[in-house]
């Protein structure tokens, strides 16, 4: 069973707000992933990362921040909550291998159901 | 960037039937997985497939890399089988999914 979780699961706030998602796995894996996806939709990548101090964008990263300080942790941060942002944030994590980009399974946490007032 | 497709968009069983899904893509891939979406939005791993042939119970795949698609078998379906199931390929780029209901 995957060991990867994410706080808060349900979350709702005001137009403006500063927030920050958290993602934590106790898998020791290098990779991790930040997706966004409405319900029932297609995931779109935001953030993923190699390991310690690496972040890279995804195709909608414009929005948001992350940082990558200690392996096991991974959190997301909108600086200014717009409802557009209402939204599922899934957090994944895979191994990783300098040949390519993944070399095993890729476990999702529970996910976090953000609603911009 | 890799294009994606899958098919069918939605597909409606009766429980005990048999299915395919498809996942089509556009150029050469290093790796392929295929996840199930349950109805409470929880993803989880099937398969990690990026070419042969798998099988895990009722469930199995075959991805043909030459040929650039993927299948995923459901054989004697569930209820618990409903839900969206998404092939995820090596830039993590996911496909709109395939929306199973099982009907009981």
């Known amino acids: 069973e995957a060991d990867i979780y994410q706080t808060p699961r349900y979350l709702v706030i005001g137009t403006g707000k500063k927030i920050t998602l958290e993602c934590s796995q106790t898998?020791?894996?290098?990779?991790m992933y930040w997706y966004q996806q409405d319900p029932g939709m297609e995931l779109h990548l935001i953030h993923y990362?190699?390991?310690?101090?690496?972040?890279e964008k995804g195709d909608l990263s414009s929005e948001s921040t992350v940082s990558r300080i200690r392996t096991e942790h991974f959190p997301l941060t909108l600086e200014s909550a717009r409802p557009s942002h209402t939204s599922q944030y899934l957090c994944?994590?895979?191994?990783?291998?300098?040949?390519?980009?993944?070399?095993?399974?890729?476990?999702f946490g529970p996910g976090t159901r953000l609603t911009v007032l | 960037g890799i294009q994606v497709e899958q098919s069918p968009p939605d597909l409606i069983l009766q429980e005990g039937a048999n299915s395919t899904l498809r996942c089509n893509f556009s150029?050469?891939?290093?790796?392929l997985q295929w996840f199930h979406q349950n109805p409470w939005g929880q993803l989880i791993n099937l398969f990690y497939?990026?070419?042969g042939t798998k099988q895990n119970g009722r469930l199995s795949a075959t991805t043909v890399a030459t040929e650039r698609y993927s299948l995923l078998y459901i054989s004697s379906s569930q209820t618990t089988d409903s839900g969206v199931y998404f092939c995820?390929?090596?830039?993590?780029?996911f496909g709109a999914g395939t929306r199973l209901t099982v009907k009981p």
């Open positions: 994944a994590s895979s191994e990783y291998s300098l040949t390519g980009w993944i070399t095993d399974t890729q476990y």
């Open positions: 497939i990026p070419s």
């Open positions: 150029d050469s891939v290093n790796n």
């Open positions: 990362s190699y390991g310690v101090n690496s972040t």
């Open positions: 898998m020791g894996h290098d990779k």
């Open positions: 995820a390929l090596d830039d993590m780029r």
